[in-house]
């Protein structure tokens, strides 16, 4: 095989490797939850507490009107009992109680209010929990699909690296240091293939001397636009 064409096998598996790297990181990324599934989480969360704030206000208005029953028994007790004679503190009853059923009714249309709150909030907290549970199942598919993608590049990678060390003891120094190179500045592409006579990379056309000493002699003749190496099928 000539010199060229081993770089250029060697390139091939390196640009494999590379491109499985770079997928790995990609995949790497993506194995966190997603931005739609920490929304939808966070809105379920929302509307459970939402729930939890609204029951212990109902409760504490249960326990306020309960509480005032017993205040409305207790002076309609001594209001109507005949115990009272006095006229002055008979009609300071009669304003505690009815200040009482007004505060009772308030009470009561409060809680009335709050039970209707809860009841749309169990609703909305119950679509979000489906739509929760339905981007979740979404996103543990994918992540199941990347975590088996992340794994067969691995092996991939593992035997591309050996491949690419086997391949680069058989290159001669002085030509992996100038593919290395050329590597390092062609964004991974040291080797050109010529395509119809012309630079695969580039599109130009290199001299005819160029293209008979390439056919010619075993030697690392690279384009003279792009610079690369060049070689031929």
Request: hydrophobic letters at 40%; glycine letters at 4%.
């Amino acid at each position: 095989m000539r010199r060229a064409e081993r770089l250029f096998e060697l390139q091939k598996v390196e640009l494999a490797l590379d491109a499985a790297r770079r997928r790995v990181r990609e995949i790497d990324a993506q194995l966190t939850e997603s931005d739609a599934l920490r929304s939808a989480r966070q809105l379920d969360q929302h509307s459970r507490g939402r729930i939890e704030q609204l029951r212990v206000r109902s409760k504490d208005l249960e326990l306020q009107s309960t509480t005032l029953d017993d205040k409305i028994k207790s002076v309609d007790e001594r209001l109507y009992s005949g115990a009272v004679k006095n006229p002055k503190e008979l009609s300071d009853l009669q304003r505690d109680a009815a200040s009482l059923r007004r505060h009772k009714s308030e009470l009561d249309d409060a809680l009335l209010n709050i039970m209707l709150d809860v009841e749309q909030a169990d609703r909305e907290r119950q679509v979000a929990h489906a739509d929760l549970a339905r981007i979740e199942a979404g996103w543990q598919a994918d992540q199941s699909a990347l975590a088996a993608e992340r794994a067969r590049l691995l092996e991939q990678i593992a035997a591309l690296d050996m491949e690419r060390s086997a391949q680069r003891a058989n290159v001669a120094p002085p030509d992996l240091v100038a593919y290395d190179r050329l590597r390092s500045q062609k964004h991974g592409q040291a080797v050109a293939l010529l395509d119809e006579g012309m630079c695969g990379a580039c599109g130009v056309q290199p001299s005819a001397n160029k293209l008979a000493h390439l056919r010619r002699d075993d030697e690392l003749i690279t384009c003279g636009n792009c610079e690369r190496i060049l070689t031929a099928e």
